[in-house]
């Protein structure tokens, strides 16, 4: 798969957040990944599968998203979508074997209120890399809300074992 470096490009918020909070002394050394144009599933699963044996390594791959992104769906309206669509999400990620969690997050736009929760799916498909570096492993619901923005259920997820004295 070819890719290059960047060195003039910051970070994306979805990362700038995260590690500002993770890492406030900014004492961790990061890459960031840029997402695939295509938005091609398949080819985010592949990046996550290439990238699994950094794991070993104690590298720990975040797949940075929202599992509802849809700004122009912001009130009442976005809590029957995101419950729908986080049920979904629960299922796969927590409830599937492995072989189906792929196939079905392949086909995540057959996925009940899909294009509703995710117009754009920029912030859903860094979930595809981390489930590609954990492909064999168990999936866990590390965080779930129902009220997010006051309408939206929304949920974190973790693949494998956490990590040794890290907060979850």
Not at 32 to 53: E, F, K, N
Not at 69 to 79: E, L, P
Not at 92 to 121: F, N, Q
Request: net charge negative; aromatic share 8%; proline share 7%.
């Amino acid at each position: 798969m070819p890719v290059r470096l960047d060195g003039e490009r910051g970070y994306d918020h979805g990362t700038f957040s995260l590690m500002k909070v993770l890492a406030p002394n900014e004492n961790v050394p990061i890459v960031q990944l840029s997402l695939d144009v295509g938005m091609d599933p398949a080819v985010h699963l592949q990046v996550g599968r290439l990238l699994a044996p950094l794991r070993r390594e104690g590298v720990l791959i975040i797949g940075s998203g929202f599992s509802y992104h849809n700004f122009a769906i912001r009130d009442a309206r976005a809590a029957p979508i995101s419950q729908h669509f986080d049920a979904w999400l629960q299922h796969v990620l927590v409830e599937s074997e492995p072989a189906e969690r792929t196939e079905l997050l392949i086909r995540w736009e057959d996925a009940p209120y899909a294009r509703d929760a995710h117009a754009r799916e920029d912030h859903l498909i860094p979930l595809m890399v981390a489930v590609g570096a954990a492909e064999d492993e168990p999936g866990a619901c590390v965080y779930h809300e129902t009220a997010f923005m006051r309408f939206v259920t929304a949920s974190s997820f973790r693949f494998g074992s956490p990590l040794s004295g890290a907060a979850v």
